[in-house]
């Protein structure tokens, strides 16, 4: 497995765990209240990471086009 597949392996996982966040803590749940500023900025930085690594990624993918 090389680098741009390690990294869109960690993105997948990344968009799991954001998806598993939104399914346990929806607005019904009785601590929603309690928990929605945290787990708002969890989200928030687990997009924000994913968009870290796509632009890693894109950098990765053109230094490799630049080698051929």
């Known amino acids: 497995m090389d680098d741009i597949q390690k990294l869109i392996a960690i ?7 954001g998806e ?3 399914e346990l803590f929806k607005t019904d749940h009785p601590q929603f209240n309690d928990v929605f ?15 870290r690594l796509e ?6 993918q053109g230094a490799e086009e630049d080698e051929n």
């Not at 993105?11 to 765990?17: D, H, N, P």
């Not at 500023?37 to 968009?51: F, H, K, P, R, T």
């Open 11 to 17: 993105q997948q996982e990344l968009e799991q765990i």
């Open 20 to 22: 598993r966040l939104g």
């Open 37 to 51: 500023e945290d787990i708002g900025a969890a989200g928030y930085y687990i997009q924000e990471a994913g968009y």
């Open 55 to 60: 632009s890693a990624k894109r950098t990765l």
